[in-house]
């Protein structure tokens, strides 16, 4: 409970944070005009399908969270838990569980496209972060999969990949960068 109540703490002292630098830039924010292309039009089919993605991924860690097997770092780990009694469970867990790395770099991919398509705000800070923790969370989920990773990296890189607190600064920071953007 006592890491849950942190969690709690973390995300609204980012949501604080960032509520605040948006105050901050929200009046001298001039943006990107924007303009109904084809581009621009593929890009929120994107955006909705990498929220999908995301959505995915993280509801993942939700389904292990909500199961309460093991100390809260391990049930965010990637393993499959064989002792669920609810077959449904179970058998979404599998799944999620098997799909993971493939969700997670086409998650990362169409992120980046939507991004691209949409047109990069000059000014969005938020978008960068986005970008920037999208691109920590793939490099060390690949540190993860690659059979040629020292074990030391790959024990820093579970600590690293299995991180609550970095799905909680992409959620706020896209939230905040999509509201700055206009949307």
């Known amino acids: 409970m006592k890491k849950l109540k942190g969690i709690f703490i973390f995300t609204a002292a980012v949501f604080l944070i960032s509520f605040i630098y948006f105050i901050s830039v929200y009046k001298t924010y001039e943006g990107h005009e924007e303009k109904e292309t084809v581009f621009t039009e593929i890009g929120e089919g994107i955006g909705g399908i990498g929220l999908l993605a995301l959505g995915l991924i993280y509801g993942r860690t939700a389904l292990k969270l909500s199961l309460g097997k093991g100390a809260l770092a391990e049930r965010i780990l990637p393993e499959i838990y064989d002792d669920v009694t609810l077959p449904l469970f179970k058998k979404v867990l599998r799944l999620l569980n098997k799909t ?67 799905g909680i600064m992409i959620g706020i920071f896209a939230l905040f960068g999509h509201l700055l953007a206009g949307d």
């Open 100 to 166: 993971h790395l493939h969700v997670g770099v086409a998650a990362i991919a169409v992120i980046v496209l939507h991004a691209l398509f949409m047109g990069l705000g000059d000014q969005n800070l938020f978008l960068y972060l986005v970008l920037t923790l999208i691109a920590w969370q793939g490099l060390f989920g690949f540190f993860l999969s690659w059979q040629y990773s020292p074990k030391g990296l790959r024990k820093v890189s579970y600590f690293v990949h299995a991180q609550f607190v970095t």
